[in-house]
């Protein structure tokens, strides 16, 4: 079944010492931008590379039994029995490992452009690794069987996979889904690395028959390559220079052949149908034009006929190996018909010119017009901004809405009561934005409807912001001052939000003869500005004046309450200098409080106070003070900071004095 073809490869380089550079070499690849071959030694527990004139030195040592390599970018990943390394290429260090779980013997890898891929030979399974966030999953678990060899096809967008058990097939990973199905069945035993060369031909390596196998791009027509190896494992096709690396483990060699010159291949759809469009519309459809093959391919030009259609060349018509370009064809129908067309692309392929077959049908369908783009701008947080977003309809025939859905919660759309729209119709949809953080906000509005197009696209943002927000303290105290003077302090106001506040009034209550604000009233503060009041306390009397202040402004939240309070004292009053005859406690003030609540205790002679606050159950919750009081008046504070709404009771002791009060906490 297997032809024998020894005469494909020519050998390129002696087999290197087993003894003084390699142990049990198990996988090799090649980086093209260090000019050098990288392979594991599982037998010795190190990764050493191999210069383009055949020096071997380490690379990395201490790993476990490094298998699997793979390289994406400057990185270099390696399957290390239970762990994944990464190492940078440039300077070998390793960058960082990640433990897989469940795992006893990790083998081969290979990688997309999000996710390393690792087989897991003796737990049946594939592991996937992202590579942005280094995070490591189970990813698939059933219908595997000592799961050995991996290759990316990023054509298929899946994995070609082999296994190391007797008539292993060759198997395809969808890489959307993880499904597993076969691609050939196989009478070969125990494979182990799979590749494939600049044509698009595969290599696969048996332990069963020490042998490499080439097969077809499409897996058919196998021929035996080399039967002379002894334990073939992961092998390495470098398009660099048409090498193939085969680690050989049982006799502790790499042998590295050539193969001939590839060609270049063009692969492109066969068919692309446009199926239902506008007449007097243009839709576009990205294609892509790949090499498959080994060389450079040249696109010379295009042929077609039909009017319907127009194909936009690529700015860049050299396509390297593996390479893609995005290639625009347009259909614009004129009438209702069927449109069908063959395009022949001349390039410098062998098969040129390839075909490519186009269908489309143009129908008076109704046609769904609208804007590609809304920005809310800055919002507040919490507010709901909205905005209509206007619809045509630029078809021949009634454009019926169905439904339109946003991904985010901030987002949010109302269709009209009519979502029917004559030709030449119009309406609008309700779109709603509510910012619930301080950050900039996307999404996709898609709107469904019986447009062929459908859904149509609209792409929202906005910029959630903290509304205007006034900072004042919740207490303006000008501790004793004598009637017979006054006392001036500030009083800042601060905008601690991310939108101009604008002040509305503000309210000044009884007392309002006592305390004077010297400075003019700001009306408006910018975002996280600040301004500073001049205000003036004079008091009349020998006694303690409040006075509330409420401030109204654009601030969502409630108006701010400022207390203000002096004690107005004498220093000539005989009166003020006498000491309280008993001991007294007063009531709070404010009640009930939010923010802080002030008592008065009279001592007649100096004493030990302890004052405590117990909330409603006797538990204790903070002592306000336990100090040595000299015999006087004097003002006791309770901050509210860090109390919960409820009954809350002060108890206190002053020598024989006791006493308790009950005061009540309100946010």
């Given amino acids: 079944m297997y032809r024998i073809c020894t005469a494909c490869f020519v050998l390129l380089?002696?087999?290197l010492s087993a003894t003084a550079q390699y142990s049990s070499p198990e996988s090799a690849v090649y980086d093209s931008v260090g000019s050098r071959w990288i392979i594991s030694n599982a037998g010795r527990g190190s990764i050493v590379e191999r210069s383009a004139g055949g020096e071997v030195r380490e690379f990395a040592t201490n790993?476990?039994?490094?298998?699997?390599?793979?390289?994406?970018?400057?990185?270099?990943?390696v399957?290390?029995?239970?762990?994944?390394?990464a190492y940078r290429l440039t300077t070998r260090a390793l960058v960082y490992r990640v433990d897989v779980p469940n795992s006893s013997f990790l083998n081969d890898c290979a990688a997309d452009d999000n996710f390393l891929y690792i087989s897991e030979m003796v737990r049946h399974r594939i592991y996937r690794l992202n590579l942005?966030?280094?995070?490591?999953?189970?990813?698939?678990?059933?219908?595997?069987?000592?799961?050995?060899?991996?290759?990316?096809?990023?054509?298929?967008?899946?994995?070609?996979?082999?296994?190391?058990?007797?008539?292993?097939?060759i198997q395809a990973i969808d890489l959307r889904d993880g499904a597993v199905s076969t691609i050939r069945n196989t009478e070969l035993t125990d494979l182990d690395g799979i590749a494939r060369d600049g044509n698009g031909n595969y290599y696969i390596s048996s332990w069963g028959s020490n042998s490499v196998y080439r097969f077809?791009?499409?897996?058919?027509?196998?021929?035996?390559?080399?039967?002379?190896?002894?334990?073939?494992?992961?092998?390495?096709?470098?398009?660099?220079?048409?090498?193939?690396?085969?680690?050989?483990?049982?006799?502790?060699?790499?042998?590295?052949?050539?193969?001939?010159?590839?060609?270049?291949?063009?692969?492109?759809?066969?068919?692309?149908?446009?199926?239902?469009?506008?007449?007097?519309?243009?839709?576009?459809?990205?294609?892509?034009?790949?090499n498959t093959g080994g060389s450079e391919l040249v696109i010379d030009s295009v042929a077609h006929s039909s009017e319907g259609f127009e194909v936009e060349l690529p700015e860049n018509r050299r396509i390297a190996p593996d390479g893609s370009e995005a290639v625009n064809v347009i259909f614009a129908p004129v009438d209702s018909v069927q449109y069908v067309d063959t395009v022949a692309i001349y390039s410098n392929e062998p098969l040129s010119p390839r075909m490519m077959v186009l269908m489309g049908q143009g129908v008076a369908a109704p046609w769904l017009v609208m804007e590609g783009e809304h920005d809310f701008g800055r919002q507040w947080?919490?507010?709901?901004?909205?905005?209509?977003?206007?619809?045509?309809?630029?078809g021949l025939s009634t454009l019926v809405l169905d439904s339109a859905v946003t991904n985010s919660p901030n987002f949010a759309a109302r269709l009209p009561e009519s979502r029917r729209i004559a030709p030449e119709g119009f309406t609008e949809i309700g779109i709603e934005f509510q910012p619930g953080a301080r950050r900039d906000y996307q999404d996709t509005l898609w709107i469904y409807s019986n447009d062929p197009a459908s859904p149509a696209m609209l792409s929202l943002s906005g910029v959630g912001i903290s509304p205007p927000t006034l900072y004042v303290p919740e207490w303006l105290q000008f501790g004793v001052v004598d009637t017979s003077q006054s006392k001036d302090t500030t009083w800042l106001w601060r905008n601690d939000g991310d939108d101009t506040l604008f002040i509305d009034s503000v309210w000044f209550g009884e007392n309002s003869d006592v305390f004077h604000v010297l400075s003019p009233l700001p009306r408006e503060i910018m975002p996280q500005m600040r301004t500073e009041l001049l205000v003036r306390c004079t008091p009349h009397f020998l006694r303690e004046y409040e006075m509330e202040v409420l401030i109204y402004s654009n601030d969502p939240g409630?108006?701010?309450?400022?207390?203000?309070?002096?004690?107005?004292?004498?220093?000539?009053?005989?009166?003020?200098?006498?000491?309280?005859?008993?001991?007294?406690?007063?009531?709070?003030?404010?009640?009930?409080?939010?923010?802080?609540?002030?008592?008065?205790?009279?001592?007649?002679?100096?004493?030990?106070?302890?004052?405590?606050?117990?909330?409603?159950?006797?538990?204790?919750?903070?002592?306000?003070?336990?100090?040595a009081f000299e015999a006087g008046v004097h003002r006791i504070d309770v901050n509210g900071a860090g109390l919960v709404d409820g009954v809350y009771f002060l108890r206190g002791e002053a020598g024989e004095f006791r006493f308790d009060r009950k005061v009540v906490f309100v946010k």
């Fill in 13 to 15: 380089a002696i087999t």
């Fill in 63 to 77: 790993l476990g039994g490094p298998k699997g390599l793979c390289i994406v970018g400057d990185t270099l990943y």
């Fill in 79 to 85: 399957a290390d029995v239970t762990r994944v390394r």
């Fill in 132 to 169: 942005e966030t280094h995070e490591v999953e189970a990813w698939v678990t059933n219908d595997l069987d000592s799961p050995n060899g991996l290759f990316f096809e990023r054509e298929n967008n899946r994995l070609i996979m082999v296994s190391f058990r007797e008539n292993s097939p």
């Fill in 216 to 290: 077809r791009s499409d897996f058919s027509d196998p021929t035996v390559l080399e039967d002379s190896l002894d334990g073939p494992a992961d092998i390495y096709y470098s398009r660099h220079d048409n090498v193939m690396a085969i680690p050989c483990m049982n006799i502790h060699r790499v042998v590295f052949r050539s193969t001939p010159p590839p060609e270049a291949e063009l692969r492109t759809p066969t068919l692309l149908n446009f199926q239902d469009v506008n007449v007097r519309t243009r839709l576009s459809h990205a294609i892509e034009w790949r």
């Fill in 381 to 394: 947080i919490g507010e709901v901004a909205v905005w209509e977003l206007p619809i045509n309809n630029g």
């Fill in 558 to 627: 409630p108006p701010k309450r400022v207390w203000m309070s002096v004690w107005g004292t004498d220093p000539n009053s005989v009166e003020e200098e006498e000491l309280p005859k008993e001991f007294g406690m007063s009531e709070g003030f404010p009640a009930p409080f939010n923010s802080r609540v002030s008592f008065r205790l009279s001592l007649p002679k100096s004493e030990q106070v302890k004052i405590s606050l117990f909330d409603i159950s006797g538990r204790s919750v903070r002592v306000v003070t336990n100090s």
